[in-house]
């Protein structure tokens, strides 16, 4: 692919920025026969991509926020992600619990409404729960004032491997994808956006690439791409962080996730199996400046911690968390909006155009990214005279789809879909860790055939090991510095540098 980028004389789209939103572009480029380069600063989804709460889903708060529109709309792509990955996204039980009267009609009639939006992608209709149904489903919940429950079904998925699929994707319909390359600078004709420069970070060699149209999709970094292009455009990007805490299994017995409505401020908050863990978030915190790797706020796990108290028979503590891992979401900035409530902002996706026709895509969220991706390709085939071609992403099956009647994978090979038969043919069978789900395999899998360059890559992102047990993760830091070294060519100090820049990284993700 590096190649590629130093021979190709005109691309048709480059993208920058390589999270949920770039990759989808790319997918749908090159789909559509588009000559497609995406250049990523870091690893792909290296920031908010890797870092979501881990749900494809409607969005039960903007129902109840009256934004119907997103809700069709992000119910119709859960649908549609569902059937086109199902090694990575499946269906998962929901509880409401009710603590009172009122709740009942309440969430019972808004869950009937939600199955109704989804129509024939519907993954299992809601039902009402009586008391002693929601403790069998639950068994550690909070009993006392208990009523009942609601149980509704949305999809669950593995964020950083879904977009490392998505690259897959795009790279076996010949797009070019590159990580640790950054862009430097954009290039002018009459006016007009016609390439960039950029450099990789790991060689220090500087490209001058020619494009018909270019596409910023780095998210909450957005605005630094719109400054390249003009220096006085306004903030596009209000950042908002969620907060994630990992605890133990046993936190939630049981097979459902927990819904929470209405926390302390308003906030909803979840309580979810995930890689046999149990993960609870999230916050939602206005933030001023956009930052790759963001850390928890003292309050907000304090917030998370006293919420999750409620609704859990054992009180987590402090000492109980195995990993907090905080995330930035893009959210669309409005004309004259600075700061506020970040939960009462939309969740909705915006293309802007510049004069120049740099085209740059805000706002969303990880189940619409398929869509925001249409929209977004659909404006640069008109600033960018690219030849017009139907969308057909609706309909694809991403890399390593697998039938959802095939029979169950070992969890660590799951995610990998028709290429886990491969993993396990490297024979590589031996665990990174008696606390982590992953084996040699998958760390030599990232290597070759997910372009893992660092340490991190494969910890953080290939695997979920950072994220499900930081301990657990700095413990086989160099045991995959090892591995990774004698697949990539790579000296003693390279694996000392990389165990040393890991564990710095994963002190961050463990409690104060």
Same mark, same amino acid.
């Given at each position: 692919?590096?190649?590629?980028?130093?021979?190709?004389?005109?691309?048709?789209?480059?993208?920058?920025? #390589?999270?949920?939103? @770039?990759? %989808?572009?790319? +997918?749908?480029? $090159?789909?559509? &026969?588009?000559?497609? *380069?995406?250049?990523?600063?870091?690893?792909?989804?290296?920031?908010?991509?890797?870092?979501?709460?881990?749900?494809?889903?409607?969005?039960?708060?903007?129902?109840?926020?009256?934004?119907?529109?997103?809700?069709?709309?992000?119910?119709?792509?859960?649908?549609?992600?569902?059937?086109?990955?199902?090694?990575?996204?499946?269906?998962?039980?929901?509880?409401?619990?009710?603590?009172?009267?009122?709740? #009942?009609?309440?969430? @019972?009639? %808004?869950?009937? +409404?939600?199955? $109704?939006?989804? &129509?024939?992608?519907? *993954?299992?209709?809601?039902?009402?729960?009586?008391?002693?149904?929601?403790?069998?489903?639950?068994?550690?919940?909070?009993?006392?004032?208990?009523?009942?429950?609601?149980?509704?079904?949305?999809?669950?998925?593995?964020?950083?491997?879904?977009?490392?699929?998505?690259?897959?994707?795009?790279?076996?319909?010949?797009?070019?994808?590159?990580?640790?390359?950054?862009?430097?600078?954009?290039?002018?004709?009459?006016?007009?956006?016609?390439?960039?420069?950029?450099?990789?970070?790991?060689?220090?060699?500087?490209?001058? *690439?020619?494009?018909?149209?270019?596409?910023?999709?780095?998210?909450?970094?957005?605005?630094?791409?719109?400054?390249?292009?003009?220096?006085?455009?306004?903030?596009?990007?209000?950042?908002?962080?969620?907060?994630?805490?990992?605890?133990?299994?046993?936190?939630?017995?049981?097979?459902?996730?927990?819904?929470?409505?209405?926390?302390?401020?308003?906030?909803?908050?979840?309580?979810?199996?995930?890689?046999?863990?149990?993960?609870?978030?999230?916050?939602?915190?206005?933030?001023?400046?956009?930052?790759?790797?963001?850390?928890?706020?003292?309050?907000?796990?304090?917030?998370?911690?006293?919420?999750?108290?409620?609704?859990?028979?054992?009180?987590?503590?402090?000492?109980?968390?195995?990993?907090?891992?905080?995330?930035?979401?893009?959210?669309?900035?409005?004309?004259?909006?600075?700061?506020?409530?970040?939960?009462?902002?939309?969740?909705?996706?915006?293309?802007?155009?510049?004069?120049?026709?740099?085209?740059?895509?805000?706002?969303?969220?990880?189940?619409?990214?398929?869509?925001?991706?249409?929209?977004?390709?659909?404006?640069?085939?008109?600033?960018?005279?690219?030849?017009?071609?139907?969308?057909?992403?609706?309909?694809?099956?991403?890399?390593?789809?697998?039938?959802?009647?095939?029979?169950?994978?070992?969890?660590?090979?799951?995610?990998?879909?028709?290429?886990?038969?491969?993993?396990?043919?490297?024979?590589?069978?031996?665990?990174?860790?008696?606390?982590?789900?992953?084996?040699?395999?998958?760390?030599?899998?990232?290597?070759?055939?997910?372009?893992?360059?660092?340490?991190?890559?494969?910890?953080?992102?290939?695997?979920?090991?950072?994220?499900?047990?930081?301990?657990?993760?700095?413990?086989?830091?160099?045991?995959?510095?090892?591995?990774?070294?004698?697949?990539?060519?790579?000296?003693?100090?390279?694996?000392?540098?990389?165990?040393?820049?890991?564990?710095?990284?994963?002190?961050?993700?463990?409690?104060?």
């Amino acid at each position: 692919m590096l190649q590629r980028l130093g021979t190709e004389p005109l691309w048709d789209l480059i993208i920058i920025g #390589g999270g949920a939103t @770039g990759l %989808g572009v790319a +997918v749908d480029a $090159a789909t559509r &026969g588009l000559k497609t *380069l995406l250049l990523e600063a870091h690893d792909f989804a290296k920031g908010t991509s890797s870092r979501s709460t881990k749900l494809v889903h409607g969005g039960v708060r903007y129902l109840e926020q009256g934004d119907i529109p997103l809700v069709l709309e992000a119910l119709r792509e859960r649908g549609l992600l569902h059937r086109n990955a199902p090694h990575i996204v499946h269906h998962l039980s929901f509880i409401v619990p009710r603590y009172k009267w009122w709740e #009942g009609p309440f969430f @019972g009639i %808004g869950m009937k +409404v939600y199955d $109704a939006l989804a &129509g024939k992608l519907n *993954l299992a209709p809601s039902k009402i729960l009586s008391r002693e149904e929601t403790l069998s489903r639950i068994p550690n919940i909070e009993p006392e004032n208990l009523l009942g429950g609601v149980e509704y079904f949305d999809g669950q998925f593995d964020d950083s491997r879904l977009a490392i699929t998505l690259a897959q994707t795009a790279a076996d319909h010949d797009a070019v994808l590159l990580s640790y390359v950054r862009v430097t600078g954009l290039r002018k004709t009459d006016g007009m956006t016609s390439g960039l420069s950029c450099r990789d970070e790991e060689s220090g060699t500087t490209y001058d *690439l020619k494009a018909r149209v270019i596409i910023n999709a780095t998210g909450i970094f957005a605005d630094e791409i719109r400054l390249m292009d003009e220096p006085t455009a306004a903030r596009a990007v209000q950042p908002s962080q969620g907060v994630h805490l990992v605890f133990e299994r046993e936190f939630l017995q049981g097979d459902s996730a927990i819904m929470v409505p209405h926390t302390d401020d308003g906030r909803v908050l979840f309580v979810i199996p995930w890689h046999d863990k149990v993960l609870v978030g999230t916050t939602d915190t206005a933030m001023d400046t956009a930052e790759l790797e963001p850390r928890a706020l003292d309050d907000e796990v304090g917030f998370i911690l006293r919420n999750a108290a409620r609704y859990l028979a054992r009180d987590p503590k402090r000492e109980d968390i195995l990993s907090i891992f905080a995330g930035q979401r893009p959210l669309v900035r409005k004309p004259g909006k600075d700061g506020g409530a970040t939960k009462a902002i939309s969740r909705n996706h915006e293309v802007l155009v510049s004069d120049s026709g740099l085209v740059t895509i805000v706002g969303g969220k990880w189940t619409t990214y398929r869509k925001m991706a249409e929209d977004t390709l659909n404006h640069a085939t008109l600033i960018g005279g690219l030849t017009e071609k139907p969308c057909v992403t609706e309909a694809l099956q991403l890399h390593g789809y697998r039938s959802p009647d095939a029979p169950e994978l070992p969890p660590a090979y799951a995610v990998y879909g028709s290429d886990a038969p491969k993993l396990e043919e490297l024979a590589l069978d031996t665990p990174l860790h008696s606390r982590l789900p992953y084996t040699q395999a998958n760390v030599v899998w990232a290597v070759r055939h997910e372009m893992a360059r660092t340490v991190e890559d494969v910890l953080s992102r290939r695997t979920r090991a950072l994220l499900l047990d930081a301990k657990a993760a700095m413990a086989c830091a160099p045991e995959v510095a090892a591995l990774m070294a004698k697949e990539l060519g790579k000296d003693k100090a390279w694996e000392a540098a990389q165990v040393e820049e890991f564990e710095a990284l994963a002190k961050g993700y463990l409690p104060k």
